[in-house]
């Protein structure tokens, strides 16, 4: 079972800054798009923005309003997401994917590889 790792949550204040990364086998992850997602207590999930095997290709979900920033490496096995201006409404619980194909989707069941997740809280 391939398992992917996101890392770099914890809490922080509004109008604070964050990078949460995500990393997982480059045999994986290599020729794959990769994307985020959240989920807010009492909520569904909710996609935040997905990018594509190359790195050139990204596009955003409502969430990032032109806060969050989605990148990957060249190697292609870690993909970051850089947020800012975090408001209270941006705490939940952020996971990671790798799609099934070579670009990411705003579609969760199109993607074959989540990780467990990582809290963020954002709180005076």
């Known amino acids: 079972q391939v398992q992917l790792v996101e890392s770099g949550g914890g809490l922080v204040q509004p109008g604070d800054s964050i990078r949460l990364s995500c990393t997982g086998p480059v045999s994986v992850l290599s020729m794959v798009g990769m994307g985020w997602f959240r989920e807010a207590q009492g909520r569904d999930r909710e996609f935040v923005g997905a990018?594509?095997?190359?790195?050139?290709?990204?596009h955003y979900g409502a969430p990032s309003r032109g806060r969050f920033t989605i990148s990957r490496e060249k190697g292609n096995n870690t993909m970051y997401l850089d947020m800012k201006n975090l408001q209270p409404a941006d705490t939940a619980v952020y996971y990671c994917?790798?799609?099934?194909?070579?670009?990411?989707?705003?579609?969760?069941?199109?993607?074959?590889?989540w990780g467990q997740g990582t809290q963020v809280t954002v709180s005076t």
């Open positions: 994917a790798a799609a099934s194909g070579s670009i990411g989707t705003r579609l969760p069941n199109l993607y074959r590889y």
């Open positions: 990018i594509s095997w190359r790195g050139d290709g990204t």
